[in-house]
């Protein structure tokens, strides 16, 4: 039986809050800075030649994980494996199979073409010289920069320079592949074409394993994916799953005039569908509620609302995301 492509086992990474000056050092002073676990217990299972996602809010703990898979971060405890390799023993080896794009470090060289950047990052990562012409043809292919390879990186466009930094993760010909965030700051196009190149990665054979804070990437993309907050999974399977298990067909957003109480129209609300989410802004209540069915629900929430003095001002109903999975499991929107 082959390895996993990742495993890890109660993954823990404890970090300080705040900072210790040297003047508190050199005292010995006791360090009174606050600890907190930036990831809680992680335990993933990664299998060969699928796409795995990691979905969470802004520091769920996403790129901690990352980083450790990624030998630059050292775990507090727990253990992992790397294609089967155990990257505190053997870190070379597992950089060798791994191919990163981690947020922070997708710096390539403006004055240089996209080809030169690449030769001169292959130097870095140890190819061999004598591999290092096709690697390149290979991985500039993989993200469809080709016939823009001798380019300058400075005339590229921001989708452009995020498919470079790919083709760079490319280079050691990875069977694994870690991508954090790899769609931030593209706009729609920008974003579905480098989400194309993903799933050719998938095509090729690799493993695939992103973070992403957009559902709608981890629905459309992901194999499975794991749900993260608070540096715990808090739901793990494939999209279609997790979307089964909010029991409900359709999700309605209300949004309410209303000037006293809203209680009484909450409560109304809660007997004809589960009201999931419920947000007051002066006049104003914005409600998110599952429902059975669309159609029964509104003229009821309607009659709901002007029993308790309020009106509706807007009705949208939309199918069930994983961004109600998030928000049935956790009482928080994924963006907030
Ligand atoms: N080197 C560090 N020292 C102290 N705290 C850190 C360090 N790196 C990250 N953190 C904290 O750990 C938590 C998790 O951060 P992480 O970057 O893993 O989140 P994330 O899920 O990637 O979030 P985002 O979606 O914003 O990228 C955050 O509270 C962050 O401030
Ligand atoms: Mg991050």
């Known amino acids: 039986m ?10 823990v990474k404890v970090f300080e809050r705040g900072r210790r000056t040297i003047w508190q050092r050199l005292r010995r002073e006791p360090d009174r800075r606050e600890r907190f676990s930036a990831v809680d217990g992680i335990d993933l299972r990664v299998e060969t030649g699928e796409i795995f996602g990691l979905l969470g809010p802004n520091g769920a703990g996403k790129t901690t994980t990352m980083k450790m898979l990624a030998t630059l971060l050292i775990p507090t405890s727990g253990s992992i494996r790397v294609l089967g390799i155990d990257p505190l023993e053997r870190p070379r080896d597992v950089r060798a199979r791994l191919g990163a794009m981690l947020s922070g470090e997708r710096s390539l060289y403006w004055k240089l073409t996209a080809r030169e950047n690449l030769e001169y990052f292959a130097a ?3 190819v061999s010289p004598n591999q290092t012409r096709a690697r390149i043809e290979r991985a500039l292919a993989a993200v469809n920069l080709s016939d823009r390879a001798d380019d ?3 005339r590229y466009s921001t989708g452009m320079r995020q498919r470079l930094a790919l083709a760079r993760a490319l280079l050691p010909d990875p069977p694994l592949v ?9 706009d ?5 074409d480098l989400r194309d190149r993903v799933r050719e990665l998938r095509a090729q054979g690799r493993t ?20 993260i907050d608070h540096g715990r999974i808090v739901a793990l399977d494939t999209p279609a799953a997790l979307k089964r298990t909010i029991r409900a067909e359709e999700v309605v957003h209300l949004e309410l005039g209303i000037d006293g109480d809203d209680r009484t129209v909450l409560e109304h609300l809660g007997r004809m569908a589960t009201v999931a989410r419920s947000e007051r802004t002066n006049g104003t209540l914005a409600v998110t509620a599952h429902c059975a069915s669309a159609r029964d629900f509104v003229p009821a929430a309607f009659d709901a609302a002007r029993s308790a003095g309020a009106t509706i001002r807007h009705v949208e109903v939309v199918p069930v995301t994983l961004e109600d999975v998030f928000l049935s499991l956790t009482g928080r929107a994924l963006r907030e």
């Open 124 to 126: 870095l990562y140890h």
């Open 178 to 186: 870690i991508l954090d965030e790899p769609t931030v700051g593209l």
């Open 188 to 192: 729609p196009q920008a974003s579905r």
């Open 152 to 154: 300058y990186v400075e």
């Open 2 to 11: 082959t390895a996993p492509a990742v495993e890890t086992k109660d993954l």
């Open 208 to 227: 695939v394993l992103l973070t992403t804070h957009y559902m709608e990437e981890a629905d459309q993309l992901c194999d499975r994916v794991a749900i």
